[in-house]
């Protein structure tokens, strides 16, 4: 099994893969858009790999921080999620965001990925509470899916949708800020984050 491929992109293959030599060797691997973006010809690599064998054909797939390969594995052992849509959730989600998705039951932002529509949303969505863990966000998921009272984190989340802000504006705000603070400081805070973001 490989675990991790070190060495240089000879090219990129479409829009999924990249052609990785090793040693001589060259592997094809399979990656997210994002993640391809970064791979420049020529340039130096180091991926974790997830060695993806069935009966008719082995592929690898690649990633470049641990946790995105340890979500991978956990999206395609979770009942209906294949290895093409696990990807293209990583692709449209970096693991922290999915997280935080589970843990506040954001429909929306799951549809954004191809090919999810509401009812495979909503399936994935108690799939995936099992499954990915969720130190740290249970008391905001509390606040935000209990309709707002529990959490000063909800709270702020609750007024910057509230202000037309959009899931991903709001969860990339809420990471910036720091874990304790009352609402009202927060709320300015992220405020200064998302007009930094739109000028």
């Known amino acids: 099994m490989i675990g991790s491929l070190r060495g240089t992109v000879l090219e990129r ?4 893969s990249v052609l990785v030599e090793v040693g001589g060797v060259g592997y094809v691997v399979t990656v997210t858009p994002r993640a391809l973006a970064e791979l420049e010809p020529s340039s130096p690599v180091f991926l974790y790999i997830h060695h993806h064998i069935r009966e008719d054909a082995q592929t690898l797939f690649g990633f470049r921080q641990r946790d995105e390969r340890a979500t991978f594995e956990i999206l395609v052992a ?6 093409s849509l696990a990807m293209a959730i990583l692709g449209t989600h970096a ?7 589970v843990a506040s039951n954001d429909l929306g932002a799951l549809t954004l990925v191809p090919g999810v529509g509401k009812k495979t949303a909503e399936r994935l969505l108690v799939e995936l509470r099992n499954r990915l863990s969720l130190p740290m966000l249970d008391p905001v998921g509390a606040g935000v899916g209990g309709g707002g009272g529990g959490s000063v984190i909800g709270d702020v989340r609750e007024a910057l949708v509230g202000l037309g802000y ?17 609402a009202s400081t927060l709320l300015r805070d992220a ?4 007009g930094a973001k739109r000028a």
């Open 166 to 182: 959009g899931p991903e504006e709001v969860r990339d705000a809420l990471r910036e800020l720091p874990a304790t603070g009352d």
């Open 191 to 194: 405020l200064k984050l998302l």
């Open 78 to 83: 979770t009942h209906g999620i294949g290895p």
């Open 13 to 16: 293959s479409g829009d999924t």
């Open 95 to 101: 693991p922290s965001a999915l997280v935080d998705i």
